[in-house]
């Protein structure tokens, strides 16, 4: 049973250059959420997708967007990359409204 | 009111002691405790995780303890081992099922 799985597991960017990040779901689970782990610290909520639709969303412009495909699997794009945008980005999926997320390995988003 | 504060930020424990990692909370709409464990390069992992509906869950060497009243949780790892050496970071979560994280606590274990 495959867990949750993101590519790239790592990515070097320049200032000001787009990004896109993808996630495949734990089988089963119907439902995404893009966490940003900066370098010490806690994850911070990002946005959660469901059905294809964004369902809540955290406190982050909107240069970060996503997406859900019909398979479940979700991607995180993120417009005009700052050096501060440089984290972990980890994927975490679940099932429904029910509260069990497990992650991804994440994705090391390094800006230059 | 959505933090949730952890401490300490490090812990060092020799092989076979009892670490204890605290956290509290303020936004009593939460209502899922989950306790997580990173390894350097990796995503977290789900260790166990709590309702407030009980004050205890022990699974193997991990206990959460939770107190309603006061806002608090712990974690309990009994029999600390090296290989438990990790950052844990303790979470809450309501009905929107988005995860709050607190701000980790390095955990070291001495053999």
């Known amino acids: 049973d495959a867990g949750v799985t993101q590519s790239p597991t790592h990515l070097i960017k320049t200032r000001g250059q787009q990004v896109t990040l993808r996630c495949s779901p734990k089988?089963?689970?119907?439902?995404v959420s893009w966490y940003q782990q900066a370098l010490g610290q806690g994850p911070q909520f990002i946005f959660q997708?469901?059905?294809?639709?964004?369902?809540q969303r955290g406190n982050f412009p909107d240069r970060f967007s996503g997406h859900q495909f019909p398979n479940y699997s979700s991607e995180l794009n993120v417009n005009a990359l700052l050096l501060g945008d440089s984290a972990l980005y980890l994927c975490?999926?679940?099932?429904?409204?029910?509260?069990?997320?497990?992650f991804g390995q994440g994705t090391r988003l390094t800006v230059v | 009111q959505q933090q949730v504060k952890q401490s300490p930020q490090s812990l060092i424990v020799q092989k076979g002691g009892i670490s204890i990692i605290n956290c509290a909370y303020e936004?009593?709409?939460?209502?899922?405790f989950p306790w997580y464990q990173q390894f350097p390069g990796k995503g977290p992992a789900l260790l166990i995780a709590?309702?407030?509906?009980?004050s205890e869950k022990k699974e193997g060497r991990f206990t959460i303890s939770f107190n309603k009243s006061a806002k608090q949780f712990s974690l309990h790892i009994m029999d600390s081992q090296p290989g438990d050496s990790a950052t844990y970071f303790c979470a809450a979560s309501g009905s929107a099922r988005q995860l709050t994280f607190g701000s980790g606590t390095q955990l070291t274990v001495l053999p």
């Open positions: 709590i309702r407030p509906d009980v």
């Open positions: 936004n009593t709409a939460f209502d899922y």
């Open positions: 089988s089963g689970h119907d439902t």
């Open positions: 997708y469901y059905e294809e639709e964004e369902r």
């Open positions: 975490a999926s679940s099932l429904g409204t029910g509260p069990e997320a497990f």
